[in-house]
Nanobody
Framework: VQLQASGGGLVQAGGSLRLSCAAS????????MGWFRQAPGKEREFLAA????????HYAGSVQGRFTISRDNAKNTVFLQMNQMKPDDTAVYYC??????????????????WGQGTQVTVSS
């Protein structure tokens, strides 16, 4: 699976951005998808995950209620809608995938495939 993240940019605090992650290669619809981010000097942290069917989602507490993960299997794409953004959301955002038919995990180590990252900067 090859992943290509896009949609990052500069946004003011309180604003919104929508990230996309386009997948190619193996059968995308059977892969759980996740979004992570990494700020300078910090570890890569989990944000959200979605099951292959879209029926199960999982969020980190820091983004619960502000970020929404979704997917369109017909277009091999997963999205991360980010609202009420804060300067602390500034980071490189990564999409990731792994094969499972179960509930998606927040463990970074479980994800086998990673996109190249897209920069998100939130100004105060």
């Amino acid at each position: 699976v090859q992943l290509q993240a896009s949609g990052g940019g500069l946004v003011q605090a309180g604003g919104s951005l929508r990230l996309s992650c386009a997948a190619s290669g193996r059968t995308f619809s059977r892969y759980a998808m996740g979004w992570f981010r990494q700020a300078p000097g910090k570890e890569r942290e989990f944000l959200a995950a979605i099951s292959w069917s879209g029926g199960n989602t999982h969020y980190a507490g820091s983004v619960q209620g502000r970020f929404t993960i979704s997917r369109d299997n017909a277009k091999n794409t997963v999205f991360l809608q980010m609202n009420q953004m804060k300067p602390d959301d500034t980071a490189v955002y990564y999409c990731a995938a792994y094969f499972t038919e179960g509930v998606p995990t927040n463990r970074r180590e479980a994800y086998d495939y990673w996109g190249q990252g897209t920069q998100v900067t939130v100004s105060s």
